[in-house]
């Protein structure tokens, strides 16, 4: 194989107490998962399907380390959203919810950072959310912890804290689509592949970040994650 130019590097994260890495595929992002975030994002929580997004690989940054990440250009409010994230390890179409478990690699926390500004325009005129949501460096996740090696997330804190003073705290078995649900869902549209990503939306008190502000968001049983707004 000889490509015409370098192809693009392969975006991976820590596996925790392991040297080997997780390749990132694809990162789909669950939209408005918890009832109380549907409705301060002025909408109303209901059992409607899910629906997703996407960001692309580059948009994960390792942050299995304290991590710093740009703010970033064209916005003036940039926002927190944590997330559990959930690692595909073994592909699929039409996945059954009884055994969705089976396709998950492994859980980390993550971070959802978006440019709300540009999102809440978008949404407003129609268009597609992809300036707000899909940019480089915009999913710092922490180390990877193997489903072998964790009970599945089913009930635990989700957390995230500005500069020590909290912002958001909730639990995941308020997701209102569950981890399983969301997979067999998702792939009804999409082959899942080894690889893929999926952000399963974040609780509320979504808010703006500042240059300098440090970010510690945290999923019970998986660790915490630092992240530094550059200034
Ligand atoms: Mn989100």
């Known amino acids: 194989m000889k490509y015409a130019i370098s192809p693009a590097e392969v975006t991976s994260l820590a596996v925790a107490g392991s040297e080997e890495r997780f390749p990132v595929n694809r990162i789909f992002c669950v939209g408005r998962n918890y009832a109380a975030h549907a409705r301060e994002m002025g909408k109303d929580p209901d059992r409607d399907p899910p629906f997703f997004f996407m960001k692309p690989s580059d948009a994960a940054v390792d942050a299995s380390q ?37 396709h998950v690699w492994g859980y980390a926390v993550g971070l959802d950072m978006t440019r709300r500004d540009l999102q809440l325009e978008a949404r407003d005129k129609g268009r597609p959310w992809e300036f707000g949501k899909s940019f480089a460096l915009s999913a710092p996740i922490g180390a990877l912890h193997r489903a072998a090696d964790v009970s599945s997330p089913t009930k635990a804190a989700i957390a995230l804290t500005v500069n020590g003073e909290a912002r958001q705290s909730s639990d995941v078995e308020k997701l209102i689509w569950s981890v399983s649900e969301c997979i067999a869902h998702l792939s009804q549209y999409e082959v899942l592949k080894p690889g893929d990503l999926i952000m399963t939306g974040t609780p509320e008190g979504v808010n703006a970040v500042r240059r300098g502000d440090v970010m510690r968001g945290s999923v019970q049983g998986l660790g915490e994650i630092f992240v530094t707004v550059a200034a």
Do not use: R
């Not at 710093?68 to 690692?87: C, D, G, K, M, R």
């Open 66 to 102: 304290p991590v710093t990440i740009p703010y970033p250009s064209q916005t003036t409010n940039f926002h927190h959203e944590i997330e559990l994230v959930v690692a595909i390890g073994k592909g699929g179409s039409n996945i059954p919810v009884d055994s969705a478990e089976e």
